[in-house]
């Protein structure tokens, strides 16, 4: 079995990043209600800012998704250098 396809892999990442983007989404939401006290405001932005990280990293995943199919459907990697 060789190395798996570039274009899975880019698949298959944006699928999981939605997955855990949703995760997170459920977890933000439920984090006001359990961690109330000004102890838990450190965690809370930490959990801000991992949504907001899994969020830049989805809209990347899909974009290279969108750039891997538009080449795929003009048959290679016309007038670029290389293919990511």
């Given amino acids: 079995m060789g190395p798996p396809d570039p274009k899975d ?39 801000e800012a991992a949504h907001a990280a899994v969020e830049a990293a989805l809209i990347e995943a899909r974009r290279r998704v969108r750039i891997s199919e538009g080449r795929e459907r003009r048959g290679g990697c016309s007038g670029v250098s290389r293919c990511p």
């Avoid at 939401?29 to 930490?46: F, I, K, N, Q």
């Fill in 9 to 47: 892999v880019i698949t298959d990442t944006a699928r999981d990043l939605t997955q855990f983007a949703s995760d997170l989404t459920r977890t933000k939401v439920d984090a006001p209600h359990w961690l109330t006290g000004a102890e838990y405001a450190a965690l809370r932005y930490r959990l």
